[in-house]
C-alpha cells in the first residue's frame, strides 16, 4: 500500500483496533496465471504477543477456496486482507485556506501473509463458534445464538461445504489520510464540518481526526 510518511500510522494498538472494528474484510489472492481472486468476508484476529494471526473460511465452491487448499508451508500462496476504516469526502469549502481541492480522508489496514488451510473439524467447529460468538455478543442483552442450537448433523454437513484458514501476518500496514499535510485551521474546519454533518462514517473520521491531534 502506498503510505507518505504523514499519512503512516504506527500506532499498534490503533491498528488492531481498526480491525476489529472492521471485521469485515477483503481477502486478495492471486493465482497461478496472475489473475486475482476477491472475496468478501468476515475475519477473526488473534493476537498472541507480537505475532497476529487472521482466521476465517470461505465457501467451498469459491475458486479461493482451491488456492487455500493448496498453499503448504513449502509453496506457500500469500495473501493480504484487507481492512477499511472510518472514511468520509471532504469538500473544499471547509478549508480556510483557497484554492484547494476535493479528497477522501480514511483509515485503512493490510495484512499479509501465507494461507494456511484448516482441516481439522475441531479447528473449524471452533473457528465457526468464535466467530458467531464475537458479533453475537455485539447483539446484547439478546440471548447469543450458538453453534448449539443447530439441528443434530446439520453443522458437520455445512462444514463440509467450506474451507477454513489461517493467515499469520507477516507484513501489517495501517495507513490513517486525515489531513495531517493540512494546517491547523482547514483540519479544524473539516472536523467541524464532519460534525456538523453526522452520520456513523463522518463522526468516526472526525473522532479519528481528534485522537491524532492529540
Same mark, same amino acid.
Request: net charge positive; charged share 15%; hydrophobic share 50%.
Given at each position: 500500500m502506498y503510505i507518505p510518511p504523514a499519512f503512516r500510522l504506527e500506532d499498534r494498538d490503533a491498528t488492531l483496533e481498526t480491525m476489529r472494528a472492521n471485521p469485515f474484510a477483503l481477502l486478495v489472492v492471486a493465482t497461478a496465471r496472475g489473475e486475482l481472486e476477491i472475496t468478501h468476508l468476515p475475519v477473526l484476529l488473534d493476537a498472541d504477543g507480537d505475532d497476529l494471526t487472521l482466521r476465517g473460511h470461505v465457501s467451498r465452491a469459491n =475458486?479461493?477456496? %482451491?488456492?487455500?487448499?493448496?498453499?503448504? *508451508?513449502? *509453496? =506457500?500462496?500469500?495473501?493480504?486482507?484487507?481492512?477499511?476504516?472510518?472514511? *468520509?469526502y471532504v469538500s473544499p469549502d471547509w478549508y480556510e485556506a483557497e484554492n484547494q481541492v476535493p479528497t477522501w480522508n480514511y483509515v485503512a489496514v493490510h495484512a499479509s501473509g501465507p494461507l494456511q488451510p484448516v482441516a481439522e473439524p475441531a479447528e473449524v467447529e471452533r473457528l465457526l463458534a468464535d466467530l458467531s460468538a464475537v458479533h453475537e455478543a455485539a447483539l446484547a442483552p439478546k440471548q447469543p445464538w450458538t453453534l448449539g442450537k443447530m /439441528? =443434530?448433523?446439520l453443522l458437520e454437513r455445512m462444514m463440509k461445504g467450506i474451507v477454513a484458514f489461517r493467515l499469520p501476518v507477516?507484513?501489517?500496514e495501517a495507513k490513517a489520510k486525515l489531513s495531517q499535510n493540512k494546517g491547523e485551521a482547514d483540519r479544524g474546519g473539516v472536523v467541524a464540518a464532519l460534525d456538523a454533518l453526522g452520520g456513523p462514517d463522518a463522526a468516526a473520521t472526525? *473522532?479519528?481526526?481528534?485522537?491524532? /491531534? %492529540?
Open positions: =475458486p479461493t477456496a %482451491g488456492l487455500i487448499a493448496g498453499s503448504t *508451508a513449502e *509453496a =506457500p500462496v500469500r495473501a493480504t486482507l484487507v481492512f477499511s476504516g472510518p472514511n *468520509a /439441528a =443434530p448433523g507477516e507484513r501489517l472526525a *473522532a479519528w481526526m481528534r485522537r491524532l /491531534a %492529540g
